[in-house]
């Protein structure tokens, strides 16, 4: 059974930061692509940023300059680091990752539980 858990989410004021972090477990071959992404209130799921094996990485538009997404291969991990922080951040954060587990023969897309990040004065 895979599991992701995300942590680090919260109440920030504008302009402040938060660090995210997913950590993968289970019984997993390889992961390949881990990245976040976020639902607000009445608005559809959105990718925020998204990291692959090699460390490529890419960024919504939204958070560019703003979030750094960046992981731990040897830890199973995924960080997000949010800085300047703005009420339009707010939102359920999921961590996200394309994994190849000893139960099946294809690479699938497994979801967090989500953590609830609130950025408010």
């Known amino acids: 059974q895979v599991q992701l858990v995300e942590s680090g989410g919260g109440l920030v004021q504008p302009g402040g930061s938060l660090r995210l972090s997913c950590v993968v477990s289970?019984?997993?071959?390889?992961?390949?692509?881990m990245g976040w992404y976020r639902q607000a209130p009445g608005n559809e799921r959105e990718l925020v940023a998204v990291?692959?094996?090699?460390?490529?990485?890419n960024y919504a538009d939204s958070v560019k300059g703003r979030f750094t997404i960046s992981r731990d291969n040897a830890g199973n991990m995924v960080y997000l680091q949010m800085n300047s922080l703005k009420p339009e951040d707010t939102a359920v954060y999921y961590c996200?990752?394309?994994?190849?587990?000893?139960?099946?023969?294809?690479?699938?897309?497994?979801w967090g539980k989500g953590t609830l990040v609130t950025v408010s004065s």
């Open positions: 996200n990752a394309k994994i190849k587990s000893w139960a099946l023969a294809a690479v699938s897309s497994y």
């Open positions: 289970g019984r997993i071959v390889s992961i390949n692509d």
């Open positions: 990291i692959t094996l090699g460390g490529g990485t």
